[in-house]
């Protein structure tokens, strides 16, 4: 018998390793909570097109296409026009600060940034199919914004505010400072208006914009000033637009005063006098002619078009300037308002070259491209493509179950509706699949009468997806296992609007307004909806505290909560009341009719089985009630303690979430209709929550710009990070693979990695004092983490011990 010694048995004992005291004094000063957040990662930002004022860019490729490249901030995204104004490049990486300006040349786009800021960083980098491939070398005492870029030829010209950069085009290097003389009369200091533009056969001029209304001619071969253009007007004001026109030696320039003339430059006269200066006309900033010799004259047979458009009117106004010129139409409402605060406006309109297409872009985050017909002639275009987003910042968003296009097993839509009245589905996966459902014929009347506002959304009647006080709320009904309401063709999408005793409709198969207007029935605003999960009955509360239930394919009222009394049972609480008797009969207590809410129902939800109608309002009350007959079973009462204004519910778990005005949130069994947690931590009122896809997590964004995540079972923190700008709605996937947040005073929808999906995490309770604050999405993704990249990351919470509670 061999001896254990023999053969593997005898091989030396593998030593343990040595463990120097500095490992465990670094494993000692590592913190207990790791900064930032540990479940979620950012991935991208959703909805963004063009929100920044920064003028588009455009550039032709040979002869088939032209690419469109616009500023989102701090990167550049690239459409092309043949494609549909299809998403073809984003730039990386982000530039250091916001882009100001930037010129499309070539196969390049250059785009300058910084400077906005006393002692900010600037610069000029140069990108080529969304890569940086370069930049420009900074000269020195460089101090200004560069607020727009020019290149032609061997140059490349950037105009701030006082002095005027040039570069070679060959070698990127700096060549010369341009410096005009200081007008007598300025106050600010700033001379220039940041307005360039170069003529043919005008070899190494450049023309540029002044306060006081001229324009210098600069050689920026020699850097000498040559000549300056006087204004037409005394009262003329800055120039605020120049355009040199297809005709040689001939520029529109525009004026602050809304003067507009055509300058002859070789003769320094003007030729048309288009607009003189007066009160009430609004300054032009951009100005583009059509070059492809047609569109003007009776017929359109004739050249001479030019467009004219203003940042403070959203109309694009079309010239003809045979016979001393004439408007010919004005396109209203190119672009529209982006706020209350803020009128609507038009960065820039420029012509296609040798296309009788124009493209502009506005305050409105919108990119528009029109186009003019021939047979039969018409001097205002029609739109041709649009990439368009929200104007104005996001009040509520909420996912579309799985399967809600009809084709995918996994959801991918997402919701948004916005202080500018748009209700928008955006696709997490193509950008040009983004839809706006409250365009068409509903958009001129829908958009005027009503802003979408009310506390608190629900979709698929799952789960509540919004508590801010000012955020619209969104109903979906489609089942999540069959795509029924696409076939049957009736609303699946429920909207509540601010200061409206309508609830609106959606069809979301469609992507358009629905048939029905659902009234509060007491004349109130709509303050919630709720969707049942059959997708056939929309409920709807309102300010006064009624709930009224409709049938959605007809339109039709179907109960109120409490029921309405017949005569004969209004006769019997009558007589209960004079007898002071409690007496009960039939089908109603002697409570019948007298059971609803005496506040706003900020609430409202169906359970998974269609039985039971849950509400709740701001006087503390959570009632629940029977669906078919309007009865009232059971009621939990809060007051004094508390105000409810906000309401979710998880059908995996069968509970439901209460936000309520002490700063807590409140877990009830529907079951045991007991109160089974209590989740306290968030300073300030709480926004938005809402209940993760399999009903374990709490997610909640507060007042004080961070957002939470508790764990039901263990009733833990596990989780809590600050951002720059307070959320104001969020939502969790469906899938459970992203969180969406909104935030203040912006148009974008930030997207979040559920890294639990691919790594442990642990229950563990967190202290208040770890939140850390962290970087938010960007629109190109950079800094991101994706799906299937935080599946390979190292789990750095392996070693982390979880609480007493937590399930394997």
Same mark, same amino acid.
């Given at each position: 018998?061999?001896? $254990? ?63 469109? #490249? ?50 900010? &960083? ?33 140059? $490349?010209?950037?105009?701030? @505010?006082? *002095? ?41 001029? =450049? ?20 000549? @300056? ?35 002859? $430059? ?12 007066? *009160? @009430? ?49 004005? %396109? &209203? ?18 012509? %296609? ?34 990439? #368009? ?6 009040? @509520? ?8 296009? +009809? ?62 006080? /000012? ?46 207007? %659902?009234?509060?029935?007491?004349? #109130? ?12 009955? /929309? ?7 009624? !709930? ?81 007959? +309007? ?24 509970? !439901? ?10 877990? $009830?069994? =529907?079951? #045991? ?48 990070? &600050? ?50 604050? !962290? ?11 994706? *799906? ?21």
């Amino acid at each position: 018998m061999p001896s $254990i010694d023999d053969g593997v048995f005898g091989l030396p004992l593998a030593k343990r390793q040595k463990v120097v005291p500095e490992q465990h004094a670094a494993e000692a000063a590592e913190p207990a909570n790791p900064a930032g957040s540990r479940i979620f990662s950012p991935f991208r930002t959703l909805g963004l097109v063009s929100p920044t004022s920064v003028p588009f860019t455009s550039v032709a490729l040979g002869k088939t296409t032209f690419q469109i #490249t616009t500023s989102v901030g701090k990167s550049l995204q690239t459409y092309d026009l043949r494609r549909g104004l299809n998403l073809v490049f984003l730039t990386r990486p982000q530039t250091p600060s916001t882009i100001t300006a930037t010129y499309a040349w070539k196969d390049r786009v250059f785009a300058a940034w910084g400077g906005s800021l006393p002692n900010e &960083r600037r610069g000029v980098w140069v990108f080529k199919r969304g890569k940086k491939i370069a930049e420009l070398d900074p000269p020195a005492g460089f101090s200004e914004p560069i607020e727009e870029l020019m290149v032609f030829g061997s140059w $490349i010209v950037g105009c701030g @505010t006082k *002095t005027i950069q040039v570069w070679k085009t060959t070698s990127l290097e700096h060549y010369t400072t341009l410096t005009p003389p200081t007008q007598r009369t300025s106050s600010t200091g700033r001379v220039l208006t940041g307005r360039i533009c170069n003529m043919p056969t005008y070899l190494n001029k =450049i023309f540029v914009g002044r306060c006081d209304g001229g324009v210098d001619i600069w050689n920026v071969s020699t850097g000498k000033l040559l000549y @300056t253009i006087l204004p037409t007007f005394p009262d003329a004001g800055m120039v605020t637009a120049m355009e040199p026109s297809p005709a040689l030696s001939f520029m529109a320039i525009a004026y602050s005063s809304g003067a507009l003339v055509i300058h002859n $430059i070789r003769t320094d006269q003007p030729v048309l006098q288009l607009r003189s200066p007066t *009160t @009430t006309s609004l300054p032009v900033y951009s100005i583009s002619f059509r070059t492809d010799d047609l569109g003007a004259g009776n017929d359109g047979r004739k050249a001479g078009v030019m467009a004219t458009a203003g940042s403070d009117s959203g109309d694009i106004t079309m010239w003809d300037l045979n016979d001393g010129g004439r408007v010919t139409g004005v %396109l &209203r409402d190119a672009h529209e308002s982006s706020g209350k605060s803020r009128p609507p406006g038009i960065n820039k309109v420029k012509f %296609l070259g040798g296309q009788p297409v124009l493209i502009s872009t506005g305050t409105d985050n919108a990119l528009r491209s029109w186009i003019f017909d021939e047979m039969p002639f018409s001097p205002i275009p029609r739109p041709l493509h649009a990439r #368009t987003g929200h104007s104005a910042p996001i009040t @509520t968003i909420a996912f579309l179950p799985p399967g809600s296009d +009809g084709s995918e097993t996994s959801g991918k839509w997402l919701l948004s509706a916005s202080e500018d009245r748009s209700l928008y589905g955006l696709s997490l996966r193509k950008d040009a699949q983004n839809a706006e459902l409250s365009r068409g014929r509903s958009r001129a009347s829908q958009r005027k009468l009503l802003l979408l506002r009310v506390p608190g959304n629900m979709l698929q009647g799952m789960e509540s997806m919004g508590s801010a006080a /000012a955020g619209p709320i969104l109903a979906n009904a489609q089942s999540v296992n069959a795509d029924s309401t696409n076939s049957t063709g009736w609303e699946s999408v429920v909207t509540g609007h601010k200061g409206d005793k309508f609830a609106r409709t959606w069809l979301w198969g469609k992507r358009k307004a629905g048939r029905w207007a %659902l009234e509060t029935g007491d004349g #109130t605003e709509v303050k919630s909806v709720a969707v049942s999960p059959c997708g056939t009955f /929309a409920l709807v509360g309102s300010d006064g505290g009624s !709930i009224h239930m409709y049938n959605l394919q007809s339109g039709m009222h179907c109960q109120s909560f409490p029921a309405k009394l017949s005569p004969a049972q209004a006769r019997r609480v009558k007589l209960q009341q004079l007898q002071g008797e409690n007496i009960s009969g039939g089908r109603i207590s002697s409570r019948s009719g007298q059971d609803k809410h005496t506040k706003a129902v900020t609430g409202i939800m169906v359970d998974g089985l269609n039985t039971t109608v849950i509400s709740c309002d701001l006087d503390g009350k959570v009632k629940f009630w029977e669906l078919l007959t +309007g009865r009232l079973k059971h009621e939990l009462d809060w007051y004094p303690m508390c105000a409810i204004t906000g309401l979710r519910y998880s059908s995996s778990s069968d509970l !439901i979430a209460f936000s309520c005005d002490d700063l807590s949130i409140r877990v $009830i069994d =529907i079951g #045991t209709k007991k109160l089974v947690r209590e989740l306290w931590g968030c300073v300030g009122q709480v926004n938005d929550f809402c209940i993760s896809h399999d009903g374990r997590w709490i997610i909640a964004a507060s007042m004080d710009s961070v957002i939470r995540v508790w764990d039901l079972p263990t009733g833990h923190l596990i989780d809590a990070f &600050r951002l720059q700008n307070t959320c104001t709605s969020l939502a969790f996937s469906t899938t459970g693979e992203f969180l969406a947040t909104a935030h203040a005073d912006e148009v974008g929808i930030n997207l979040w990695n559920n890294q639990s999906l691919f790594m442990h995490i642990p229950t563990r309770h967190i202290d208040e004092d770890a939140i850390a604050e !962290i970087a938010a999405p960007t629109a190109s993704g950079e800094g991101g983490v994706a *799906t299937i990249e935080a599946a390979f990351r190292e789990d750095d919470n392996a070693n982390e011990k979880d609480g007493p509670g937590h399930l394997n």
